[in-house]
């Protein structure tokens, strides 16, 4: 039975941190790129699009028992 190559499994684990690490700091410039470019400082995401509106709920209904 042949032995396990412990450098390349090592290797093919630094070369995905790496590209993680590419990834991460692509993400990074863009929403830096994204903030420079809204003059009002906030940045859209998906969460503000699917989040309810919680003001438009009436606060004070009382159940009727």
Do not use: C
Not at 22 to 30: A, G, I, Y
Not at 34 to 54: F, K, S
């Amino acid at each position: 039975m042949a032995k396990p190559n412990y450098s390349f499994a090592k290797r093919q684990r630094d070369l995905a941190k790496e590209q993680k690490k590419e990834e991460k700091l692509q993400r990074k410039k863009q929403t830096a790129e994204e903030a420079a470019l809204n003059p009002d400082g906030e940045v859209a995401t998906d969460d503000d699009v699917d989040a309810p509106d919680v003001t438009d709920a009436p606060k004070d209904q009382t159940p009727d028992a």
